[in-house]
């Protein structure tokens, strides 16, 4: 797999993440994590490095339980056509993000929609590297390194785990149209740590959504735990468990499971699958009986 070094030791298991899908509404997503999974991590690309993610989703929704629903026009599917990251390296601990789809999407009777889902922007910056266990790397000589680490970021820490923090603004590109979009201005603010076990890597993740502008839903609460484990140097095994908690309503909170792989073929470029599904607490909200991801990856830069 790619991996990124940092300041403070060992290169660090780079980690990947999924869509960002609102688990308790139907929505286009408003902040996206790493692909294939929608747990982010701390980790970041090095000074001057590139990765451009792109990728096929497919979504089965089962909408939303109401008066105006009748038993054949509760389910719709959802595509995306392609989902779109590029994370740039401003320094090896400060990362700016795009993202961006097409959307299409096809209801019970067969019409179909298509068009751009909301687009996010954000930056992120780790804030603390976990230690290395060497007394030789930890050994440094500090006339030399000291000067070089400070002159790049003079609040760097180390620890027993990484963390970083990661606010995304939404943008909509249109008015909301379901299965398409929620059309509106938000906030998404995760924070990620990250603590490696050899081979194996734990991620929890707390984040807060603010719908700040129109409110198509209300502000929610979401955490996320996750695994990566190699298992060799270019098989990665991944997978994930969210759960989303409005700030309002009772029985809307909605729970995600996740599974995926990624492969790395050479050192710029990975595939990458995911499958997964939401369980909702009630039929008062949308649940994801079925969501399928497959991408690819594009690294440019040199590691440092």
């Known amino acids: 797999m790619l991996r990124y070094g940092t300041p403070a030791g060992p290169p660090v298991v780079r980690i990947w993440g999924v869509l960002a899908l609102l688990l308790a509404h139907a929505a286009a997503v408003s902040a996206s994590g790493q692909l294939p999974l929608l747990t982010d991590v701390p980790d970041s690309p090095s000074a001057g490095a590139l990765e451009f993610d792109a990728a096929y989703g497919f979504d089965r929704v089962r909408r939303a339980s109401d008066g105006d629903l009748g038993p054949g026009h509760r389910t719709r599917t959802e595509m995306t056509v392609p989902r779109v990251l590029l994370d740039y390296g401003i320094t090896d601990r400060v990362q700016a993000r795009i993202a961006g789809a097409g959307a299409l999407t096809r209801g019970p ?14 930056i992120k910056y780790r804030f603390l590297d976990q230690s290395t266990d060497s007394d030789d790397e930890a050994g440094w000589n500090k006339a030399d390194a000291s000067a070089s680490e400070e002159d790049e970021d003079r609040y760097a820490r180390e620890g027993p785990v990484s963390a970083s923090v990661f606010p995304q603004f939404s943008f909509p590109t249109g008015s909301r149209q379901e299965g398409i979009r929620e059309g509106e201005y938000s906030l998404f603010v995760p924070v990620d740590v990250s603590r490696e076990f050899g081979a194996l890597t734990f991620v929890g993740e707390g984040a807060f959504l603010s719908r700040y502008h129109h409110r198509a839903g209300p502000n929610q609460f ?48 990975a595939v990458f699958g995911s499958a997964g599904r939401t369980f909702r607490a009630s039929s008062r909200v949308e649940e994801r009986t079925l969501m399928f991801l497959v991408g690819v990856e594009i690294a440019y830069g040199s590691e440092n």
């Open 109 to 122: 009777g067969g019409a179909t929609a298509a068009g751009f889902e909301d687009i996010s922007a954000g």
């Open 222 to 269: 979401e955490l996320g735990i996750a695994a990566f484990y190699d298992l060799t140097p270019k098989w990665e095994l991944l997978g994930e468990q969210r759960v989303n908690l409005p700030s309002v309503g009772q029985g809307t909170a909605g729970w995600l499971f996740n599974l995926g792989v990624r492969y790395d073929l050479t050192d710029q470029f």
